[in-house]
T-cell receptor, first 117, second 114 residues
Framework: AQTVTQSQPEMSVQEAETVTLSCTYD???????LFWYKQPPSRQMILVIR??????QNATENRFSVNFQKAAKSFSLKISDSQLGDAAMYFC??????????????FGKGTHLIIQP | DAGVTQSPTHLIKTRGQQVTLRCSPK?????VSWYQQALGQGPQFIFQ???????QRGNFPDRFSGHQFPNYSSELNVNALLLGDSALYLC?????????????FGDGTRLSIL
């Protein structure tokens, strides 16, 4: 079974600065997808960014980028120019590509990101 | 374009009772997954429905069951409620049974067991 580990229960950053959230995972599969989701107090889980394991290029979405190290099974999220609206719980998630879409997401325990004004 | 909608938003039950939670997928989506998120934890996969059939199931007992209707909406049923079933229940939908499609989540149903 796959596992996802987020070793930082909480991170704090000054507004406009850059912060990196860590995520490692364990799998024996070679083809899979990785995701970062954001969950504000409103509860809705919002997709931030995703990465296909077969792509070597790191995904980027505006101020959000990932550092995907497949051999190290590491998938960190970098948030540049942090904004107050970025404050939320951030979850790293894994999904196998083998099940044709039937497999659910495996989530880490999350990192609580605090933005200091 | 309506996103994933869940009802009710909050529910209070007592031990031993049964509960039904509802989910309407995002327009154009045909696959629905359910997750349980205990306080301070990440969501855990319960099961997924596609074409009105349960396609995959996580490590949850048979007390947890589901259904998908022809319009792709879905229900999650939990029987013989335990205190440990208190959690946020999230529904997620995705398009056409493909790993490549990201899941879109609803706001969840907060279930409290007394």
């Amino acid at each position: 079974a796959q596992t996802v580990t987020q070793s930082q229960p909480e991170m704090s950053v000054q507004e406009a600065e850059t912060v990196t959230l860590s995520c490692t995972y364990d799998t024996s599969e070679s083809d899979y997808y990785l995701f970062w989701y954001k969950q504000p107090p409103s509860r809705q889980m919002i997709l931030v960014i995703r990465q296909e394991a077969y792509k070597q290029q790191n995904a980027t979405e505006n101020r959000f980028s990932v550092n995907f190290q497949k051999a190290a099974k590491s998938f960190s999220l970098k948030i540049s120019d942090s904004q107050l609206g970025d404050a939320a719980m951030y979850f790293c998630a894994y999904r196998s590509a083998a099940g044709g879409g039937a497999d659910g997401l495996t989530f880490g325990k999350g990192t609580h990101l605090i933005i200091q004004p | 374009d309506a996103g994933v909608t869940q009802s009710p938003t909050h529910l209070i039950k007592t031990r031993g009772q049964q509960v039904t939670l509802r989910c309407s997928p995002k327009s154009g989506h045909d696959t629905v997954s359910w997750y349980q998120q205990a306080l301070g934890q990440g969501p855990q996969f319960i099961f997924q429905y596609y074409e009105e059939e349960e396609r995959q199931r996580g490590n949850f007992p048979d007390r947890f069951s589901g259904h998908q209707f022809p319009n792709y909406s879905s229900e999650l049923n939990v029987n013989a409620l335990l205190l440990g079933d208190s959690a946020l229940y999230l529904c997620a939908s995705s398009g056409r049974a493909s790993s490549n499609q990201p899941q879109h989540f609803g706001d969840g149903t907060r279930l409290s067991i007394l």
